[in-house]
């Protein structure tokens, strides 16, 4: 019965996916040609060619740094009002890119159940939803702003849990959508596909792009376009200080008629890992940061900054009409190789985990859909504000870092509100983001409690235990 499709398997250099065969169960062998019938080889070999070949190689010849737009003044203004608008008019909603698997963090659930509130310790997960919150209270209504969520085979059932274990956060269990993403193989250097059983092929989540597969699987797209819903707020699971629904962003997505728009931030130096933005005559696309050659990376202008500076940190508005027309297109996106340690097994079947990267993992991601349209558009970010991911076990980017950013952050908006406080008469500081979510939203809830009886009751909490929750 394996006969012709061992055949094809062999013909496309693949043969040892068979070496352990004779050995194998029943039950086995079926699920080895169950998830090879289900690979797209003509695809992964057509990619695996293109990489060897160095075609996939990107030529920066005709590459220009990209611009962004400062949202400020009147622009920010007008911004504004138009993201308000398209909130009350329930035509937003929010998703969150869950199915990472972490790696470099090394946490062992997914890392939205992270703690990340300096005092209550609330879930990243929690977080978020408490930005939803703040506008479902504010602007819109209950359930007025969706939240749908991409998780993976690696994340899916514990991210389920832990929303229904919390009650779904208080949104309404109706407002809150899973999506799962599939699954890539992974390949070794010569290009052939790993194994990590004898019967199973090793596989990890498609990438960040597999949100297309995953819309069209799930019909979602559809039923948010039925509910009216025009614009997706999209954003990484770690980033603690993104602003969810940013009005400003969305508004400004919709005053320039944009299929996509991302937010940038300078890159600190030239080996920050953040995806390079760049201006293709006059199209914007962005570069995978490991796809950028150093060289080019570490370019200086007559100033001594960085020329190609641009970075994405991953922080989208894209049209659901857009998004439409890409779910339509088969494969929409080409693969990534992403070196990487890949437990596998080896010559003699036995399941090893190198100490070095020994193969790739073939990822797709969501910024090469830029490739679709001309309508893009580019919006400076503050970092202080906006970023500061969680990645690392210790040091940058690690729990400690992105705690501190919170904190320094909380520090300068009660001192910019005019509630200045010493850093050394307490411990620890949080604001909760349903309170509100970001500088401008905090100085006005301020103005109206009054700065005197804010005041007298931080001084409270300060003296009863150090700590600060608001
Ligand atoms: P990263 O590329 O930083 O990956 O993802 P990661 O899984 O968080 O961490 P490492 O690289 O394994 O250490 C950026 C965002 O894209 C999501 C992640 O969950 C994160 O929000 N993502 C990534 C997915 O949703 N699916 C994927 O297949 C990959």
Known sequence: MEGPVRQFVHDSGQGHLFQWWDELIEAHREALLNQIRDLDFAMIEKAISTFHNGSSQIDFTNLKPAESVQLEGELLQEAKRLGEQAIKERKVCALTLAGGQGTRLGYELPKGVHPIGPVSRKSLFAWFADKIKFF???????????????????????????????????????????????????????????????????????????????????????TMARQGVQYIFIHNVDNCLVKVCDLAFIGNHIASGADFSCKSLAKRSPDETLGTIVDDRGKIRIIEYSDTPQEVACLRDERGQLVYRTGSINIYVIGVDFMQRLCNHSNPLPLHFT???????????????????????????????LQYTDKAVVVGANRSEEFSPLKHRSGEESYEAVIQDLQALFLSWLEDSGVPINAAEFDKIELSPEFAPDRDSFRERVAAIGKTALSEWIERQIQSNRQIIL
Not at 145 to 174: A, C, R, V, Y
Not at 348 to 365: H, V
């Open 339 to 369: 070196s990487k340690t890949i437990p596998a097994l080896d010559s003699a079947g036995i399941l090893k985990t190198p100490q070095k990267p020994n193969g790739y993992k073939l990822e797709t991601k969501l910024f090469d859909i």
């Open 136 to 222: 479902t209270n504010r602007i819109g209504t209950p359930g007025s702003i969706p939240w749908l969520l991409m998780t993976s085979h690696f994340t899916d059932s514990e991210i389920q849990s832990f929303f229904q274990h919390n009650d779904f956060f208080g949104l309404g269990k109706e407002n809150v959508h899973f999506l799962m993403q599939g699954l890539l193989p992974a390949v070794d250097f010569q290009g052939k596909l790993m194994m990590d059983a004898k019967h199973h092929i090793c596989e990890n989540p498609d990438g960040h792009g597999g949100l297309i597969r995953a819309l069209r699987k799930s019909n979602l797209l559809e």
